[in-house]
Every structure is written in C-alpha cells, then in structure tokens.
C-alpha cells in the first residue's frame, strides 16, 4: 500500500474519530453531522480534482496536469511519466519517419508506395519527375490513370516479383526508364522507377563502335581477299599487274594497321589505370617537332610556319605530342595544295594556348559539335583517301581532357579552319615568370 493510501485511511479514521468524540461529547445528533461534513469534506475533494483532471484530459496539448495531493497527486505523477514518456516515444517516431523521409526524398531512383488498389500513398521527387507525378495532388489517385508510358496500366496491375518494363515517357525520347515493382506489407506496392538514359546511350554507343569497327575493317580486308583470290586464279600473272596489286595490297594493309595502331592508343587512353605521366616539356622544341612531321607529311605543297612565345608546358610529352601532330596533319589533309599552315603558341592571362591556322577546305558549322565523335567525318572518302581513321580529334579530345585543356574550333567553309586547345595556368610556366 502507499503512503497516499495510508494517509487517505487515516484522514478516514480521525474523521470517524472525532465524530465519536464529538457523538460522546455532544450527542449522536452533533457526532454523526460531524461525520458527514468530514466526509463531505472528502469527497468534494475528490470532485475537484476528478473535474481538473476531465479539464486536462479535454485539451492536454501544452499543459501541465494539475497539481493534486495524496492519491490523486500519486495518479497525476504516473499520468504525468506516462505522458512524458509517450511523448518521447512519439518524438523518435517522428524523427526516424523524418530521417527515413528525407532520404527516400533525395533518393536517386523513383519510389511510389501504393495501396492495395493501386492507388498512390507517397511518391519522391526522383517519381514526380520521371513518372510525371505530383506527390501531393496525386495522393490517393489511382497510378494507372496518371502515368503515361506504353504498356504501364498493365505492368501496374499484374507485374511478377523480378518482372521489369523497359520504356520511354511519352514525349520524351530523352529518358530512358526501367520500372520494378516489390510487394510489402499485406497487400502493399513499391514501384520503383530506375533512370537508365545512360546504361541505354553506353550499349548503343557500343553497338555502333563494334559495327563501325567492322565496317573499316572490313573494306581493305574485301580489297585484299579480292586481290588474293584473282592471283590464286590467274595460272599465268602478269608480274607487272602482280606488283601494281601487291602494292594495292600494301596501301590497305597498312590502312588497318593504322586503325588499330588508333584503336589501342584510344582505349589505353580512356582506361582508368593509365595514369598521366608528368613531364615538363619545352613548347617551342616540340611545335617546332612536330612541325617539321607536317613538313613532310606536306611534301613541298604547302606553305608550314610557326609563331611561338618561349614557355615551358607540364604534361605527357607522347601524348601532347600526338594531340598536337593530330591537329597538324589533319591541316594538311584537309588543305589544298598551295594553301597555307599557321602553329601558335600564345600565353594569354597566364594561360598557354596552342592553335592550328589552315586555309583548307573548312567545315560547315552543323558538324562542328559532333566532330571529335569516332568515326564521324565530314567526307568520308576525303578521308579514306588522305590515309584519314575517323579516330584523330577522338584521340585529341581525350588527351586534353587528361590534361585539364579544352579545344575550341572556328571554321569557315572554302575559307579555313583553327583549332584552339587552352592548357590552364598552373601546366604552363613562362621564361619571364
Ligand atoms: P580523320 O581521320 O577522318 O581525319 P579526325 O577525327 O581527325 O578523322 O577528323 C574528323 C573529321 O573532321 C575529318 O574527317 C574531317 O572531315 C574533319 N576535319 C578535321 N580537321 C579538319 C580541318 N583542319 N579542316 C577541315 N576538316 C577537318
């Protein structure tokens, strides 16, 4: 028993106390209205705190309990804890929900729970942009209704555990999505929306690269199997056609050689091991290098000089060497002859920029951002015919893009090209520095 109990006999006992006392001393008519305005006494105590206790049992929120003494103070204490504690219980709630909330929020991949109708619950931000909903007008609507994707109402209502749709938002081409759906719970949904644009964009970029691979390959292989197979026939060759075809032969051997030469230097390139070897390289010796590469390659038909500002570059001296060739012998290639063949190498705010000048045959501005793809060309058989991979501005671009540089093309067809390539500051050091 507890002491507000005990007290609560006692207060009963002096009440009948003095009701004895006072039927004895002044008769059993004073003794028992003494009892029972003691015990009044009591029970209106009772009543008080039973109404405060009603009064704060209407509208807790933000009150304290009434204080009480004896047995109602011991129940408004145990309210009290039980209260505080709830109150603590439904606080951790609330912040693991809030937690949980805000990381499903910001989670990259779409989440919309749905009730055992397919009706919408709760949906992130990843959803509302892919599945074009809106987490709060659309709660309680049924999805099917409001997701436009072939085949969706369907896949919604009957897609197997492990089941995927593969598909495109209507209208928009762009996105390519990947939706699942997990069931939870008694008769709950989770469809989750996986954003897959750039998995789908990677394996066609990878269809096309073994197809284009092939084609190139393909075309000198035809040539001389044709060859061989002729000369296999001919009882009797006639030596001197023998040679001619021998060195037709030759010229497309060395085309595939030249490919895959490209091939390998481009895949050692974007493999994520091949680190960069820093060297500091001196600009003037190797444009002047390089230039005279050109000279030869040009042969006497054009017209090669160079315009360089003394300065010291830090970087892979192989590949610089061969970004720049790159850029010089495409000048050549697509200059006519007679036509005239500008290196620089300025320093601009402390930055080094190395340019190409010709006055070829220009490229019409629609190709220019497409340009440095593999395999794209303007004129495919200009090209082929100047010994051309389709493979040299990709090996540029990711040479500069090892080295911080970026490369930037002006041209103008019939008039001319220059092909600009800006190494940041801190890779260039200048002599008056
Ligand atoms: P290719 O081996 O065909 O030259 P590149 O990747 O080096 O391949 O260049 C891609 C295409 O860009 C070329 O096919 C050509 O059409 C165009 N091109 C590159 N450099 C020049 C230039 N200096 N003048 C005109 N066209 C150019």
Redesign the pocket.
């Known amino acids: 028993m507890t002491s507000a109990w005990i007290i609560f006999l006692l207060r009963l006992s002096a009440i009948a106390l003095l009701a004895l006392i006072g039927g004895a001393w002044l008769g059993l008519a004073a003794g028992l209205a003494l009892a029972c305005a003691g015990l009044l006494l009591v029970v209106m105590s009772h009543v008080a705190n039973l109404s405060r206790l009603q009064a704060w049992l209407k509208q807790p929120e933000g009150r304290n309990l009434p204080d009480a003494w004896g047995a109602w103070g011991d129940a408004f204490i145990a309210l009290h804890r039980l209260r505080r504690d709830e109150e603590k219980k439904r606080e951790r709630i609330v912040a693991d929900f809030e937690v949980f909330s805000q990381a499903a929020e910001v989670y990259p991949d779409g989440l919309v729970f749905l009730d055992a109708d397919d009706r919408i619950l709760w949906c992130n931000r990843a959803a509302e942009s892919q599945l074009g909903l809106n987490g709060e007008s659309d709660r309680g609507l049924l999805i099917a209704n409001l997701v436009r994707l072939p085949r969706f109402a369907e896949f919604i209502a009957n897609a197997l555990p492990g089941e995927s749709l593969q598909c495109s938002p209507l209208g928009r081409k762009d996105l390519d999505l990947s939706l699942e759906t997990l069931r939870f719970g008694k008769d709950r949904k989770l469809l989750i929306s996986f954003d897959v644009t750039q998995i789908a964009r990677t394996e066609a970029m990878r269809r096309d690269f073994v197809a284009n691979v092939s084609h190139e390959l393909r075309t000198p292989l035809t040539v001389i199997a044709g060859f061989l197979e002729h000369m296999l026939a001919e009882p009797d060759p006639d030596p001197a056609a023998s040679r001619q075809q021998i060195g037709i032969m030759d010229g497309q051997a060395r085309r595939m050689l030249s490919l895959v030469d490209d091939l390998l230097v481009l895949s050692r390139l974007e493999s994520e091991t091949y680190a960069l070897r820093e060297e500091t390289l001196d600009v003037r010796d190797l444009i002047f290098d390089v230039a005279d590469e050109a000279r030869r390659l040009s042969a006497g038909r054009h017209s090669i000089t160079c315009e360089v500002q003394p300065a010291q570059l830090k970087g892979s001296r192989e590949e610089l060497r061969s970004a720049f060739s790159?850029l010089v012998s495409?000048?050549v290639?697509?200059?006519p002859e007679g036509g005239r063949i500008v290196l620089r190498w300025v320093l601009r705010e402390g930055r080094g920029v190395y340019s190409v000048e010709?006055s070829?045959?220009?490229?019409a501005e629609e190709?220019l951002p497409r340009?440095?793809e593999r395999f794209?060309?303007?004129?495919r058989s200009?090209?082929r015919e100047t010994g051309?991979?389709?493979?040299?501005?990709?090996i540029v671009k990711h040479v500069l893009m090892r080295h911080q540089a970026d490369l930037k093309i002006r041209?103008e067809p019939g008039v001319g090209?220059t092909?600009s390539v800006e190494f940041p500051a801190w890779r260039v050091t200048s002599p008056l520095a």
């Open positions: 790159n495409n000048a290639r697509y200059t010709d070829g045959i220009g490229i190709h340009l440095a794209y060309r303007v004129d200009r090209s051309g991979t389709g493979l040299g501005l990709s041209s090209s092909f």
